[in-house]
Structures are given as structure tokens and as C-alpha cells.
């Protein structure tokens, strides 16, 4: 998929204060400083893309850029979980804990993974949760450049702790914004997965006893879910 546009559209402290669910959308949530603004830099192109989300006063928001006009790219905030007791939900932000479980046009969720680092029990409790949510999620394991020769092994690791959670091992990608590997690999993903949901543009062909003005489409193009 070429990025044609990549637009920042509006930041949300709520879903009710989320745009309308007529696109598509993908998500990408991890811990801090795990390379989710220099990812969605890369996907987009854009140098200062997910520098919006990290204005003062937006870290804690939920962004939302829209994509060649057909998709949109959802900045979340990053995740963490009480100490201690079990969680039920997520409480490391209820306005995006409301969004991954309620917004009923998320494709999918990328959780970004250190490729550098043994599996870390707040990634498995957030993938846990979203797992028991029934959200559907990939991994995308970030800075694959650094210790190349480890990253299969790493990769591995954690999908054996997935196993032994009973969490049904989801899409990995490996990447790096150095070397732009998983770059296309997750555009490709991304088109795949957005291609049942976009609004037919293909002309229709002329019907043979077609109303005059009363036709039954509505011509908006809307999406159904
Ligand atoms: P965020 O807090 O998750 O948005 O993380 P950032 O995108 O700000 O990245 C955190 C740090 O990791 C920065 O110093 C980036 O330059 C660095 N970084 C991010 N992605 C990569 C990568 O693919 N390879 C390498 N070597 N460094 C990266």
C-alpha cells in the first residue's frame, strides 16, 4: 500500500468524543519508549506524524489520523496495570480500555513488543485482557536492528509464554525503523484486512428498469460493518 495522505484528524479523551466509526481503524498501544511514535512515523512516512500525539496535554489522548482518506491510524496511550491484585479490566486508562472493547470499527490492534527484552509481565497482562476481550491484535516487535541475531529467539520466547497463558498465538511482525523492515509486511496486513470494509468505488452498471429518483441507494457510500 502506498501512503498517498496522512492527515491528523482529532484527539479523543472518550469514546463518546471518538469521530464517527465510518472508516476503518488500526491501533497501536505499548509501553512508553518502546518506538510506537518512530513506527507510526515510518508506516506513515511522515516525519512529525506522532509528534501531535506527544504534545503536552495529548500523551493521554486518544489520536486519530486518517489514512489515503480510506482508513484511519489510532495513537493510544501507553498501558499500565495496577500493582498487586488481579485485574478485571484495564485500568490504565478507561477512555482507551472503552475504546478497544466498544469501538465496533477496530480492525485489529497492534501491540508494540521490545524485541530487546525478555517477555514482560505488563505485556502479557495487557495482552491477556485484550485476548479475553476478544479484541483482535498482532504483535509488531520493535528495534530489530539492534540485536539482530536475536530476534528470532526472542520472538519465540514470548509466543511460548502466549502458549502457556492459553492465548492463540497472533500475527507477528518483526521491524525496525532503522533498517524499515516490517514496513511493508504491515501495510500489506493493514490493506488486506481494510479491503472488505472500504465503500465500493467501482462504478455500478446501468440497471435495466432503474427508478427515476427514488432509488433505494442512498449514494453515501456508508459502511457496513
Ligand atoms: P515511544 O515512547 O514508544 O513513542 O518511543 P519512541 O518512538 O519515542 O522511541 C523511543 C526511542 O527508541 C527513541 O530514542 C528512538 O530513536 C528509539 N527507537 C525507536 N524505534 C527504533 C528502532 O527501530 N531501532 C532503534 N535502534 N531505535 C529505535
Known amino acids: 500500500m502506498k501512503i498517498q495522505s496522512a492527515v491528523f484528524e482529532v484527539s479523543a479523551s472518550a469514546l463518546r468524543s471518538c469521530p464517527p466509526p465510518s ?11 518502546v518506538g510506537k511514535s518512530t513506527l507510526i512515523n515510518l508506516l506513515a512516512e511522515r516525519k512529525e506524524l506522532a509528534k501531535v500525539s506527544a504534545q503536552p ?5 486518544i489520536n486519530f489520523f486518517v489514512i489515503n482518506g ?32 466498544k ?7 497492534f501491540v508494540l513488543i521490545d524485541s530487546q527484552l525478555p517477555p514482560q509481565r505488563i505485556d502479557l497482562d ?3 485482557w485484550l485476548a479475553g476481550c476478544q479484541v483482535p491484535f498482532a504483535l509488531l516487535f520493535t528495534k530489530t536492528d539492534k540485536q ?6 526472542s520472538i519465540a520466547r514470548f509466543k511460548k509464554r502466549l502458549a ?9 511482525f ?24 472500504l465503500p465500493s468505488t467501482a462504478p455500478k452498471p446501468p440497471e435495466e428498469s432503474a427508478p427515476d429518483d427514488d432509488s433505494t441507494d442512498d449514494g453515501t457510500g456508508s459502511v457496513v460493518w
Open 126 to 128: 495487557f495482552i491477556g
Open 164 to 172: 502457556e497463558l492459553e492465548i492463540a498465538e497472533p500475527e507477528c
Open 23 to 33: 472508516l476503518a481503524e488500526f491501533a497501536f498501544i505499548g509501553r512508553s519508549n
Open 57 to 61: 496535554g495529548k500523551t493521554r489522548l
Open 70 to 101: 480510506a482508513w484511519r491510524l489510532v495513537d493510544l496511550p501507553g498501558y499500565g496495570f495496577a500493582k498487586g491484585a488481579k485485574v478485571e479490566r484495564a485500568d490504565f486508562n478507561v477512555a482507551v480500555a472503552d475504546y478497544l472493547e
Open 103 to 109: 469501538r465496533s470499527n477496530l480492525l485489529c490492534t
Open 148 to 153: 539482530p541475531g536475536q530476534v528470532q529467539a
Open 174 to 197: 518483526p521491524c525496525s525503523a532503522v533498517t524499515k523492515k516490517g514496513r511493508a509486511e504491515i501495510l500489506d496486513f493493514i490493506e488486506r484486512t481494510v479491503a472488505p470494509h
